[in-house]
């Protein structure tokens, strides 16, 4: 259904593209991209010659590699050829019993990759669960398969929200991981890069930056500079610089790792895309507005380009464009982005819908709309209070966001006494040094 959504944010309605299938090498049906290095006409495919070519060489190798990663460039697929390979995958294997170890491979390709392209839901919880009470059961719990399922239901967890069962699960994890496959395993890196992020997300900031910054020379040392578990930690290791206020480290190892994705990767790739990200969120908390802009706007191009069915990726990257253009000073030509944002965001999880109504309260607030912009951001603020709690990070900012609205239509005595209590939560919460703290500060001084 979500994969269906016709909102005019998404701009789904393409041309045909003239690139012809590099297997079959018809130019007729739908081409798309495989999402891997190979760029332009290297990259063009039908979803089900793809599939059929995973197929063949799954028979002839008994090899499910090919479901996953690019014979040419070995790069795994991302993007719609990947979904497409994973539902192909999951298709071919219904006959199997339920726990033919193929059967399970297959159940779990297609929950990481759906949770990559829709986010995490319950659905890919639960499939995540049964392939871990599956490989337990059938290959014990110190299995290399079994450890790395678990590892993954961990990463479910926190895109679920659920931060204190995923660290106590990933705690565990690594832990068994370090005593059966050694401390140096790339399985083993991987999880302390995970339960690093995890202890930043719990509270224990200044815990990840260490952790993180102790294992990324072993990581590049072992792996090389241009590894995927390197550029995972390098990525990781900025995001904990910015959580603690190391600003210029954090967007030093962001840049790097942006530089790094485009040259191995490719610009298109979702990592690489993800890097763009948060690069530009680290130029928006520099107060750095239009590098911002431009480079979500750069993001989005290329995510409506090669990636147009990915909702979440490009309502979010709409969301981010228009809350950029209305930060460097241009609300004009920021509402029209957020309301499309808005909009699009009605098909996605409600607290990101929440997000993007917020903004767009914002802009509407920079509009002098304020009968509007006070309706809109009290009826968001009171749903985010019911659903996420008051000490929330973004149920804060859109307090700040009611607040500046607030004071703007004259009503000063609530205005300045919500910016009040919101700047004494979110130095409790977030620190005095965060972006959205040191914004409500300043505008409270």
Known sequence: VVGEHRGSCLRQVRPPSPMQCTICLSDEGEIIQKGCACRGDNGAVHGDCL?????????QSDSDEQWSRCSTCRDVFSGTAALQLANARLHQTESLDPDDLKRIAALAHYASVTSDYYGDTAETERCFEQVVDARTRLLGADHRSTLHARQILAQSHVGRGK???AKELMEANAADMERVLGAHSKLTLESRRILASLHGDTGNRATAVTILREMFPTVEEKFGPDHTLTLDTLHSLARACDEVGLAEDAMKHAQDTLARRRRVQGERHLE?????TLVSILHCRQEQYTEAAALAEEELALRLEHNSADVTAIVVAKHNVGLYTLLRGDPAKAEPILRDAMVGAQALPPHLHQVAKASHGFALSRLNRHAEALQSLRETLDSQIKRQGRDDKLTLRTAFYLGEALLANDEEGEGFA???ETLATQTRVLGPDDYDTRQTAKLVA
């Open 163 to 165: 931060l204190t069962e």
């Open 272 to 276: 690489t895309l993800r890097a763009y």
């Open 418 to 420: 919500l910016l009040k």
């Open 51 to 59: 599939a059929q070519l995973a197929i063949h060489a799954e028979q």
